[in-house]
């Protein structure tokens, strides 16, 4: 249970972040997050240009987080699945 609720933590700290960069952008109004994901809504024609920049944001971790693997899957869809 220990090791549950730091992994959680780290989870939510690292995601609590990535929302801060993604404001901090301008560009990413995020309008939902569910549990690891983000979703930003935005124009179609701006998707490919900002997908970069998304998983960028997403990435972008704190310091106490050097050496944790991290990556992020992105895409432009249509419809949150």
């Excluded at 993604?22 to 997908?51: C, F, I, K, W, Y």
């Amino acid at each position: 249970m220990l090791v549950s609720n730091c992994t959680q933590a780290i989870a939510a700290d690292l995601l609590a972040t990535a929302l801060d960069n993604m404001d901090r952008h301008g560009e990413l109004p995020v309008v939902l997050h569910v549990h690891d994901n983000a979703v930003a809504e935005v124009r179609e024609d701006d998707a490919d240009r900002l997908l970069p920049i998304f998983k960028a944001a997403m990435l972008d971790a704190p310091a106490w987080t050097k050496g944790l693997p991290l990556d992020a899957a992105v895409a432009a869809e249509t419809r949150f699945s």
